[in-house]
């Protein structure tokens, strides 16, 4: 499957954002019009976050490049996982990239892994992976809706589930809340039309 390229956004700051995890034959059939991509009024910042947030957003973030094949991000992802004793999260993440990358409404948005702030569809992304931990997917399942039609949605949260279960396992949560919230992204939360998925 062709993925599409990578897009060279590019935010006020002149800083490169963003990949699409879309693949082209795809974006080709998205309705003309669709909504684009949401901005957030305040970006989270990485180190906002637990270093399991922070391990599962690098992860994320080296999508693309594992999805088109590249051998020397998955000896660096196998290798990251490895180190922080989660090897089985791999196969599960990728799994949950490519329920992505084929189902996505719209191309959903991965930024560099350099680029410090968060983005919306991360944010969304980061949310399901601690309602997956906090034993809520009908909740990741919810709040993954915003990328993804309902059906790719359960199954990207089922897949996102593997992940967060082999992070448990060695002790490494997302949420600093047992209901799975992430304090660090709740005003992301609070807003419009997410907030009715997660509360």
């Known amino acids: 499957m062709q993925f599409g390229k990578e897009c060279g956004m590019q935010d006020d700051d002149g800083v490169g954002l963003a990949t699409t995890l ?12 669709a909504a684009p991509v949401p901005r957030l009024p305040v970006e989270p910042t990485v180190q906002d976050l637990r270093f399991a947030g922070q391990l599962a957003l ?12 590249d051998s020397d991000t998955r000896h660096l992802i ?8 989660v090897p089985r999260a791999l196969a599960p993440l990728e799994a949950f990239l490519r329920i992505v990358a084929a189902g996505a409404l719209r191309p959903v948005e991965l930024r560099s892994p350099l680029v410090v702030a968060l983005g919306h569809d991360e944010a969304v992304i980061l ?42 396992l060695q002790g490494l949560r ?12 709740e005003a992301v939360f609070a ?3 997410i907030s009715a998925r997660v509360h």
């Open 191 to 193: 807003q419009g039309a």
């Open 22 to 33: 879309i693949p082209a034959e795809t974006a080709r059939r998205k309705r003309p019009g």
């Open 127 to 168: 949310r399901a992976l601690a309602a997956c931990q906090a034993g809520e997917p009908g909740l990741a399942g919810a709040v993954l809706g915003a990328l993804l039609p309902p059906s790719a949605a359960r199954a990207a949260a089922a897949a996102l589930a593997h992940v967060g279960a082999a992070f448990a």
């Open 174 to 185: 997302l949420a600093d809340a047992d209901d799975g919230r992430l304090s660090a992204l």
């Open 78 to 85: 196998e290798e990251a996982f490895a180190v922080a004793e």
């Open 58 to 69: 690098w992860s994320l973030r080296q999508g693309l490049a594992l999805l088109k094949g």
